[in-house]
């Protein structure tokens, strides 16, 4: 089938065998389940991990459905809560820092994909990114001209570092439309709600513009990520290991003596104590 043998061929071009044990960062919706689904099917050694946002109902489906994906097929999975790990859930970050929730959401979500899966034992963690995601990320940073973030977009980076497992992205090569196709038909159940922080992400803008694109013209949203790629995300220029250090507060692997994370704890913090909110809600 066509979805498989194209994971199967990514698989293949990044080195990634079923001897090698993966970990499945898996948000509940259709990508992560039906990475983590063909990965089960081409017989890899997996283990999920959900990591829980706090968002209310939105959060509370999401760890349903990847309960529910998990013990239909006999998966072992790791739910991680944001409260827990963190000290704030993401609608109490969120009414700190209003207008940069999203991104905020990104980074947290990183790091401690970064932090679960090497705690865990695993050197390489799997995303659900589809080729819409990674084109519309693309043009983003194109648009922006941050090619420091372009060159990051490449589907496998190396681990720079011990406390970050490298990071591959096998559906990259696979449009949002044949992952929901290839969904339905395998039956996966997937979170329909969406994210109530997400509705007018800016990202949501880009994916457009390369959907009315591909209206008009077929395959210029492929053409326009993998001819870029092509010239620009070399995989050599990838790996800036370079001073790295450990953060002082958590051990994250930082460029600086805090991490980003750590920084922005302290700042969260910071907005609740200031007007005397208590923290522990
Ligand atoms: P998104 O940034 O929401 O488009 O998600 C991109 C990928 O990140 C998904 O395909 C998942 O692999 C992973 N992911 C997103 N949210 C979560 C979550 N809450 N827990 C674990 N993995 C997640
Ligand atoms: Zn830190």
Redesign the pocket.
Known sequence: MFVENSLRRALKRMRLFPDTPLM????G?K??LVVWDLLRRLGYSTRG?????GIGEFSRY?SEAVANFAEARDLSWSEYPLKESFGFTMPEIQRAFREKICSLC?KL?RHF?NKHATDEGFGVLV???NLD?EASRLLGNLIGNRQRFVRKQYPLLRSPHPAMPAKAKPLFRLEDEEIGIYATLAGIDVLQTVCPFAADATSHAHKRALDLLEAEMPGQKRKFYFSYMRENGRRENLEDTSGFGRCEYCGAASREPVCGVCKLYARVEEWYRKRELPLNQ
Do not use: E
């Open positions: 499945v960062a898996v948000s919706g990508d992560s991990l959900h990591i829980n946002l999401s990104g979500k994909f995303t659900g990114h995601d």
